[in-house]
């Protein structure tokens, strides 16, 4: 079996990395913090004290990071990045939500070192992650992908293949942002609903009866209105996805105005304190 390196082993990323030592994989693992690594160490993976040192030996490398600098960090860093340590045979992927423009720079740094790099961001969160049924958007080569796809399926209930690198970025956005609409008119309407005669778990719950209102979302509007705001997906995150795709916009001529909304009431949520909260913490905004 291939052997793989982890790197980011945050709420996503552990439970990525595990998937993978279930399916047997050899995994190489680092983290920032290495006493998170415990669990997985007993499951039988190799802690580095690198990134670069993690992927030494690795056929494919894989980073779940927060952002674009962490992400630089520890794949560009001069004395412990990992692209100074990729085999030319190595496949790279980028799971973190990063901005295009961070991908195709790594892309550019992977391929000095002879080696490929796909971007495969990932759609669900901790329960899909521990349930191995993330949907993976991937930009990249054909041939790239079809060297991984049995790892990536280790991980994952769908694995879509994009377009070409960075790709897969720009519909990670994409697909942030149509969710982050939905949140905002939700935490909208519930205030609105509320202020109008409803309690809110049975506004919660009317909304939900309606086609329009796709599952997901009806599960926000009633974990909105019965206050459940324990971290998933954070507001400070979602806040953070949005920049990069407003950016992105920006830099395309593209005009996303409902973005600007949403990305405006995630900002007001964070000036509450609430940035660490649940994206669903947002209805404090407008209860």
């Known amino acids: 079996m291939q052997t793989i390196a982890f790197l980011g082993l945050g709420a996503m990323g552990s439970r990525m990395a595990t998937q993978l030592l279930k399916a047997g994989y050899p995994v190489t693992v680092w983290n920032r ?15 580095a004290a690198s990134p670069r040192e993690a992927v030494q030996h690795a056929a494919v490398v894989i980073s779940m990071l927060t952002d674009d600098s962490a992400a630089r960090g520890v794949w560009l860093d001069a004395h412990t990045g990992a692209v100074g340590g990729l085999l030319p045979s190595a496949v790279a992927i980028e799971c973190s939500t990063v ?23 990932v759609v669900g969160s901790r329960p899909q992650a521990d349930a191995a049924q993330l949907v993976l958007m991937v930009g990249g080569t054909g041939d790239a992908l079809e060297q991984v ?7 994952a209930a769908k694995v879509l293949h ?3 690198v ?12 149509l969710f982050a609409a939905q949140l905002h008119s939700v935490a909208e309407l519930l205030g609105f609903l509320t202020r109008n005669g409803y309690a809110p778990d049975h506004a919660a719950h009317l909304l ?7 599952a997901p979302i009806a599960g926000a509007a009633n974990m909105m209105a019965t206050g459940k705001t324990a971290p998933l997906f954070t507001i400070d995150l979602m806040e953070k996805d949005l920049g990069y795709l407003l950016d992105t916009a920006r830099a395309s001529g593209a005009e996303l105005p409902s973005a600007d909304k949403a990305r405006a009431a995630f900002q007001r949520a964070q000036q509450r304190g609430l940035g660490g909260t649940n994206v669903t913490g947002l209805a404090a905004v407008f209860a």
């Open 33 to 47: 913090d290495p006493a998170k690594a415990g669990p997985l160490l007993q499951h039988g993976a190799t802690l």
């Open 99 to 121: 901005s295009p423009v961070w991908v195709r720079q790594l892309s550019e740094a992977v391929q000095s070192r002879s080696a490929q790099l796909l971007d495969a961001p």
């Open 149 to 155: 796809r049995p790892v990536l399926a280790t991980m």
């Open 162 to 164: 994009v377009g070409a």
């Open 166 to 177: 960075g790709q897969g970025a720009v519909l990670k956005l994409a697909v942030n942002a």
């Open 208 to 214: 939900g009866e309606f086609p329009i209102v796709a």
